[in-house]
């Protein structure tokens, strides 16, 4: 069913989906790739683990698909943050969900903000990340001329504190410049597989900013005692398993990795047999810690 919420004065849409069966039921709240819809990634899982008993909310973060908020396809962390946070209050709100037993699932980019988000709000009680991007700065710092780029994007941010617009690029390409560029986000995002009435191919230049600059890993120092379940593909391009194994080692107990055997990113974006090994590792992994 559809659904309406308010964060921070912004209103949020997101479609609510309740296993048959008499409730109430524990609840998943659900977070996903950079530029992403509720239609997209977070949908896709969202409806198999509603198939395997979880009431699921998956829903377009302000400035995002059909939600409000502005600037448009803007990324805002810690806006994500108080949008997760409202979300497990309607989730709790909710005859159908069962209050004490709520996870946080994130896909992409979302297992970064879930870790965070799950680490420091007590009413969720268990995290799972899937081919999950857990930025930090020292690993951003890493692979780029650090102060060059924050000169770069300072200088777009003081243009627009100025009275200059929103400054855009598109969100993927498969040549020239883009915030994911190449043919692997190119062929989920850009043909038949991610298609969406609310997917929108561009994204805010501040928004690559906020990418290189949060610390979403710091979530797994914090996290404990709570579950972790960390689900990632041996190879991957934009999200490499040497921050997944970061991740893992920076948990505590109890903590579990499961490796697919998935080549390429967007693979558990849509794909089987690896989206339906990602829904068996949680499923599994939520039945004995949910």
Known sequence: MKVEFAA????????LRVPEGEGPSPALVFTGPFT???DQVTGLYA???????????AFDHRNWGGSGGEPRCHEDPQAKLSDLRAAVS???SRPE??????GAVGICLGGGYALRFAAFDPRVKVFAGIAGAYNNPYAMRSGMDYQAALTGFTEVLERQDLGGPVEYLPAVAREGEAAMPGDEPY???????GASATWENRVTRASVRELITVDNMMGADFLSPKPALIVHGVVDRFCPPEGAEEAFRRLDQPKQLVWVDAKQHIDLYDREPYVGQAVRAVTDFLREHL
């Open 36 to 38: 992403g819809v509720r």
């Open 47 to 57: 409806e198999r683990l509603t198939a395997q008993g979880y009431v699921t909310l």
């Open 97 to 102: 969900v069962d209050a004490g037993r709520i």
């Open 187 to 193: 062929a989920y995002y850009g043909g038949d597989r």
């Open 90 to 92: 309607l989730l709790r």
């Open 8 to 15: 921070d004065g912004v209103k949020l849409a997101g479609d």
